[in-house]
C-alpha cells in the first residue's frame, strides 16, 4: 500500500522564481495538508484542501498557493521565491472522518532558494 | 507565535534507561496533542496521542501524559533502544483533524 508519494525529492530555485511541488496521498486519504519545516524547526501547517478546496491556512502570504485535483492529489505553488523559503516541505493526508491521528506524512521536498 | 514549545533541543540516554522528553503549549483551546518521530530522510510517523479528557496514554513502551493546567505535556519511553534515537515532535491542534501546530522537536539520542 503506497503512502504518501512527494515530487521531487529536492530542487534548486533562483530568487524570484515560481516553483510546484507534488503530492499523492495515501490510498483511501481524501484530505491533503501541506507543512513548511525550516531547518532546525518543526513543522508549519500551510494549509489544508479537501474537496478540492482550500478548508483552512495557517499564516503563510498569498505567494503560497495550492491545488487539489479530483484524485485527491494536491500541488503546493510559491511564487516570487524568497531566500527565507528554503526548507523541507511536507505533505499529508488524511480521510475526513479521521482525527489528526489518522496523519500520513510524505517524505519531503527540500527546496533551496539561491 | 510558539504555541507549542519543546525547550530540549536534545536528549542523550543509555540504553535501557527512560526517556522523557517535555513540551509546554500556551493555547488552551487544544484538546488534541500527538507525537510524531522522524527519521532522516524520512516524513514524520505518528507514535502517540492523547485528548485533553484524559491523562495518560500508554502504548507499549510509550506512555504520554497531559498535565491541563499547567499546560505540559510528556512523553515516557521504557526501555529505551537504540532504534529510539530519532527526532521527536510534539504537536497540538484544537479539535479532531484541524492544523496542527508543532514544535521545534527534541533529537532523542539512545546509547547502547
Known amino acids: 500500500d503506497a503512502g504518501v508519494t512527494q515530487s521531487p525529492t529536492h530542487l534548486i530555485k533562483t530568487r524570484g522564481q515560481q516553483v510546484t511541488l507534488r503530492c499523492s496521498p495515501k490510498s483511501g486519504h481524501d484530505t491533503v495538508s501541506w507543512y513548511q519545516q525550516a531547518l532546525g524547526q518543526g513543522p508549519q501547517f500551510i494549509f489544508q484542501?479537501?474537496?478540492?478546496?482550500?478548508?483552512q491556512r495557517g499564516n503563510f502570504p498569498d505567494r503560497f498557493s495550492g491545488h487539489q485535483f479530483p484524485n485527491y492529489s494536491s500541488e503546493l505553488n510559491v511564487n516570487a521565491l524568497l531566500l527565507g523559503d528554503s526548507a523541507l516541505y511536507l505533505c499529508?493526508?488524511?480521510?475526513?472522518?479521521?482525527?489528526?491521528?489518522?496523519?500520513?506524512f510524505g517524505s519531503g521536498t527540500r527546496l533551496t532558494v539561491v | 507565535d510558539q504555541q507549542v514549545k519543546q525547550n530540549s533541543p536534545s536528549l542523550s540516554v543509555q540504553e535501557g534507561r527512560i526517556s522523557i522528553l517535555n513540551c509546554d503549549y500556551t493555547?488552551?483551546?487544544?484538546?488534541?496533542f500527538l507525537w510524531y518521530k522522524k527519521y532522516p530522510a524520512e516524513g514524520p510517523t505518528f507514535l502517540i496521542s492523547?485528548?485533553?479528557?484524559?491523562d495518560k496514554n500508554e502504548d507499549g513502551r510509550f506512555t504520554v501524559f497531559l498535565n491541563k493546567s499547567a499546560k505540559h505535556l510528556s512523553l515516557h519511553i521504557v526501555p529505551s533502544q537504540p532504534g529510539d534515537s530519532a527526532v521527536y515532535f510534539c504537536a497540538a491542534s484544537a479539535g479532531n483533524n484541524n492544523d496542527m501546530r508543532f514544535g521545534a522537536g527534541t533529537r532523542l539520542t539512545v546509547k547502547p
Open positions: 484542501y479537501y474537496e478540492e478546496e482550500e478548508r
Open positions: 499529508a493526508s488524511s480521510h475526513r472522518d479521521t482525527t489528526n491521528y489518522g496523519y500520513t
Open positions: 493555547n488552551s483551546m487544544f484538546d488534541y
Open positions: 492523547i485528548s485533553s479528557i484524559k
